[in-house]
């Protein structure tokens, strides 16, 4: 006992000098360089068919930007599609307007008086459909005048629903369901991206010119346009001689947290939990959602607004409470007053790096205070803007480099058929006669970039994204040194997840985002004095020990609870929190049946716990292959011995269940399907006139078109990692006919003619066809057009459509490739699919009732009401991809999009799991490895795996009493397949 007492003060002591140490540290650290901005010219980069480029063009023709001319456009002037008409506006007094429903296009006809650069304003109201934003195209006389002109997002504005509960049973904040303001907006069309902080410009020639609107994505109805010049904004000095400031309150003060905003223009803007003491609201032991970011505003466009009440009109003063701790960088914001821009000071509001929170009276970027000026007894609405407009030609000079980079590295393998002998002299000049000259220019444009980026950021010492440039350089300069050895350092150039090609490109979209965390902020007269946000060193510590204390009392969700059914969840907190509302507010009410929710962090705890007789009743959001794993070794409810089991197997497709099975028994359901397709961009298949591919027969017949151009094909196989898992593999093997294992289950069949076919084709696809054998991130290289094309799954699907604005209407999805049967003619496009999964511990003492939450969990109706819940409150980055099929075809999808995924569904083909399948698994993927990278003979390295799986299959089938160490059979194994599932729902 005195031991244990011992160990207990050591580990408060340990504890204590801990917090001490911190506290310390945030105490002494928050000294921090004033920023010092500068003005650094960085000549736009040109891209081709860029917004940039076209007002650079029609700035060297002399066309006019300041014209001053406005004209409206009502809806009887449309020219409308054929057999379509205006209606009555059904909820204002607009008149007639047009309801903006399919995929259609508007004409206006514009005489225009000067010739110049125009703004188009458009009228509109949103129409609810589900979670795709309002999307449209602008053409001038039949044609898109530039890339951001292809595809325009239009605003929409959330709010909370203020009739919802946002305190869990704990008491805990929890995110509530967001409510879209329905209002009959008015906006000036911006770039989807809002990397350019002016509105759009349209050149329009004097006479008569044609504009056409095409809807791309979402629903509204379509008032008034107005095409006009642009804007004329004050000056700060201007502005504040517009009014005289008699009145104002010099001392008034008015807190407005920054998570009680108005309105947002994006539903993923979603409060954040702090947990520093110096934030409001605070809690010691419960959670709080306290803060706006960084997560959520930290996209360039993204917006919250906020009504602001004074009691005397006058010119008030703005002061931000926020933590921007991204080291040796600034964040910068736009302020709009009603709407509008104030003055021109108010755009590139600069915040400061700061590791500890910090107090910001808004000021302009030479470091002079700004004051705005507040109507008494009106709403005066102001809205804070994430502005990355400043670093947009960072973005796009990187985006070139790293294509020309890409391109070099693309053509010297072409040239030296990636051969890296050594004893091989490359004369490169031969080859390429400007190969110094552009190392030299790259490496010249670098150091553009990151004195640029010193200008705007304000320090002296180096971002994480300066010192990434710096690396791209020196790698660069080691080839300009010796230019000949480029064949052989390709790893420093474009091969690999640290070239100077990735180097560069992985900041492309990093660049442009501006983190900030704001916790609240003050409107303030001139003579108020805001509140120190330090905390000093023995309040710091009274709370790091109070709630140190309290963690063991006060648990919420880590915490087990001896009434009702345990169910471990790994998944994160908005998942639980949103999971555990539903059960308390459906499933106990209906069935008196409690549910304990508890987060987990590591589902491999499972087995300890299980071990320790300290299990849960149910675990969810398990990895698939857990279920099967526990099962066979008898830790998990077989689920075959249930009541209704037959009934719930009719919520999925037969194959969903291969692999929770095992030996005839059923172990897990599962929760959620993952989705393999094609994706693809539309605007490049059709600029180069390449067709979707239907089968890898056409797909190898594309791939010179790309190469050509730069450009590559992805798959799988090219994830970065050696490790090349069952599901890079093994679609090849199912679409080519191979097999996997043997008919008894009990020995594998990989060297079976259509197996070695398979792994053929899918090695040849790098050594014969220059599929790159690593792909750091298929979603960047797809979002800046390096890979055009490839297959990917659910998680690249929800990154397209939450963080690439900019291509959004230029992507879209197909089925997998396939192999063409010749005989029926039939595509076979097998892919697994099984992501997630639940499953019952045998251990539990609450079967029936476990199963009957497992049961109503997976239903039909609480599949989709869940999936709705999700995305109402957390926006569709939180799109729910349930295996229930038919709950799936009802949920909030895109309409082509959930068509084309459960199409692919049907092609769903699942690994079984056999004792020591893991050995096959790493074989497959040490026969690619030594055959791509080794250059190794296929059926050699097929034979030589046989005989390492033969070994491991046998020992362990063994281990498992199904044969002797002789060889006999001892008892009969089931391999799984779907149409033994099949039997079971007839049966």
């Not at 670098?446 to 994480?464: A, C, L, V």
């Not at 309290?550 to 880590?558: G, L, P």
């Not at 066979?632 to 269940?657: C, H, P, T, W």
């Not at 057009?785 to 291509?807: C, H, K, W």
Request: proline content about 4%; overall charge negative.
């Amino acid at each position: 006992m005195s031991k244990f007492v011992n160990r207990k003060y050591i580990t408060l002591i340990i504890i204590f000098l801990s917090l001490l140490g911190l506290t310390l540290y945030f105490t002494l650290s928050n000294n921090v360089e004033t920023p010092t901005y500068k003005d650094y010219f960085l000549e736009e980069p040109l891209p081709s068919n860029r917004y940039s480029t076209y007002l650079y063009n029609k700035k060297q023709e002399g066309v006019k930007d300041d014209v001053n001319e406005e004209i409206i456009i009502l809806p009887s002037s449309f020219i409308l599609p054929k057999g379509e008409s205006l209606m009555s506006d059904p909820f204002s007094e607009k008149g007639l307007v047009y309801q903006f429903i399919d995929n259609k296009e508007v004409g206006l006809n514009v005489n225009i008086k000067q010739e110049g650069l125009y703004q188009i304003e458009l009228e509109y109201y949103p129409i609810p459909r589900n979670y795709t934003p309002m999307e449209i195209s602008v053409a001038i006389d039949g044609e898109i005048p530039y890339h951001e002109a292809s595809q325009i997002r239009l605003d929409s504005y959330w709010t909370k629903d203020e009739n919802a509960d946002n305190k869990d049973r704990y008491g805990n904040d929890i995110a509530i369901n967001q409510v879209q303001l329905l209002f009959w907006n008015q906006f000036t069309l911006k770039d989807t991206a809002r990397l350019h902080v002016e509105p759009l410009k349209f050149h329009l020639l004097k006479g008569d010119n044609s504009i056409s609107i095409t809807k791309l994505d979402g629903a509204f109805y379509l008032g008034k346009v107005i095409i006009k010049g642009k804007d004329k904004i004050p000056s700060y000095d201007e502005y504040i001689d517009v009014y005289q400031d008699n009145n104002s309150n010099k001392i008034f003060n008015e807190k407005y947290e920054a998570e009680d905003y108005l309105y947002k223009n994006d539903s993923t803007i979603i409060p954040q939990s702090n947990a520093d003491p110096k934030v409001t609201p605070f809690s010691i032991s419960k959670v709080r959602l306290n803060v706006l970011g960084p997560d959520g505003i930290e996209e360039s466009g993204k917006s919250v607004s906020y009504n602001l009440k004074v009691e005397k009109s006058g010119y008030y003063y703005l002061t931000f409470k926020v933590l921007q701790n991204d080291k040796f960088t600034t964040s910068y914001r736009n302020l709009y007053v009603n709407g509008k821009v104030p003055f021109k000071e108010a755009l590139h509001i600069p915040f400061k790096y700061s590791p500890s929170w910090q107090n910001v009276t808004l000021k302009d970027i030479k470091g002079n205070e700004m004051s705005i000026y507040l109507e008494a007894n009106k709403d005066n609405i102001i809205t804070l803007e994430t502005d990355s407009s400043l670093t947009r030609i960072i973005s796009e000079h990187l985006l070139i480099l790293t294509e020309e980079i890409n391109t070099l590295g693309l053509n010297v393998k072409t040239v030296t058929g990636n051969n890296q002998d050594k004893d091989i002299d490359w004369n490169m000049k031969e080859y390429f006669p400007t190969i110094d000259e552009d190392i030299y220019r790259w490496m010249k444009q670098i150091n553009k970039i990151i004195e640029y980026s010193r200008s705007i950021y304000g320090y002296k010492q180096d971002s994480y994204q300066i010192t990434d440039y710096k690396v791209a350089y020196s790698k660069l300069n080691t080839l300009y040194k010796d230019i000949d050895e480029i064949p052989r350092r390709l790893s420093l150039l474009s091969e690999g997840a640290n070239c100077a090609a990735q180097l560069l490109a992985a900041r492309i979209s990093t660049v442009t985002k501006g983190p900030l965390i704001i916790d609240s902020f003050v409107v303030h007269g001139k003579d108020y004095k805001v509140p120190s946000v330090e905390i000093n060193f023995i309040d710091r510590l009274v709370v790091g020990t109070q709630r140190f204390i309290s963690s063991f009392t006060d648990s919420d969700y880590m915490q087990v609870n001896d009434e009702g059914i345990e169910v471990w969840v790994n998944r994160s907190r908005q998942y639980v929190e949103l999971m555990q509302k539903m059960a308390d507010e459906k499933f106990t009410p209906s069935t008196g049946i409690k549910v304990n929710m508890s987060l987990i962090q590591d589902e491999g705890k499972l087995l300890l716990a299980n071990s320790a007789n300290r299990q849960p009743d149910i675990a969810m959001g398990v990895s698939s292959w857990i279920p099967n794993e526990y099962g066979m070794r008898g830790a998990i409810l077989n689920l075959r011995e249930m009541e209704d089991f037959s009934e719930v197997l009719n919520y999925y497709k037969d194959e969903q269940l291969v692999p929770l099975t095992y030996n005839n028994e059923v172990y897990g359901l599962p929760e959620t399907e993952n989705f393999f397709v094609l994706y693809y961009r539309k605007d490049t298949l059709n600029k180069f006139g390449l067709r979707v591919p239907d089968t890898w027969d056409d797909v190898v017949k594309m791939l010179p078109d790309l190469h050509r151009r730069g450009m590559y094909f992805y798959i799988p196989l090219s994830k970065e990692g050696s490790f090349k898992s069952f599901e890079t593999l093994t679609p090849f093997i199912y679409q080519f006919g191979g097999e996997i294992y043997r008919e008894d289950g009990l020995s594998a069949k990989i060297d079976n003619e259509n197996t070695i076919k398979a792994l053929t084709f899918a090695t040849d696809l790098y050594k014969m066809y220059s599929l790159p054998y690593q792909v750091s991130n298929f979603f960047n290289d797809f979002r800046y057009n390096r890979i055009p094309i490839g297959v990917s799954d659910f998680g690249t699907y929800l990154q397209l459509m939450n963080a690439a604005p900019e291509i959004s209407g230029l992507w879209d999805i197909s089925l997998v490739p396939g192999v063409k049967d010749e005989e029926s003619g039939e595509i076979k496009r097998y892919w697994s699919g099984t992501q997630t999964a639940s499953m019952i511990f045998k251990k539990s003492d609450e079967k029936e009732d476990a199963w009957d939450f497992l049961k109503w969990w997976m239903s039909t109706d609480v599949q989709v009401e869940f999936a709705n819940l999700l995305t109402n409150t957390y926006g569709p980055k939180y799109l729910w991809n349930s295996a229930n099929i038919e709950a799936f075809s009802l949920s909030n999808w895109k309409k082509e999009h959930k068509e084309i995924i459960i199409n692919q569904w049907e092609h769903l083909k699942e690994i079984p799991k056999i004792p020591g399948s893991y050995s096959i698994e790493r074989e497959l993927s040490n026969i690619y490895n030594k055959v791509v990278f080794n250059d190794a003979n296929l059926r050699s390295s097929v034979s030589d795996a046989m005989i390492t799986i033969d070994k491991e299959v046998t020992r362990k089938m063994v281990d498992f009493g199904y044969i002797d160490k002789k060889g006999n059979v001892l008892k009969e194994f089931i391999l799984p397949t779907s149409s033994i599932i099949k039997e079971w729902r007839d049966d």
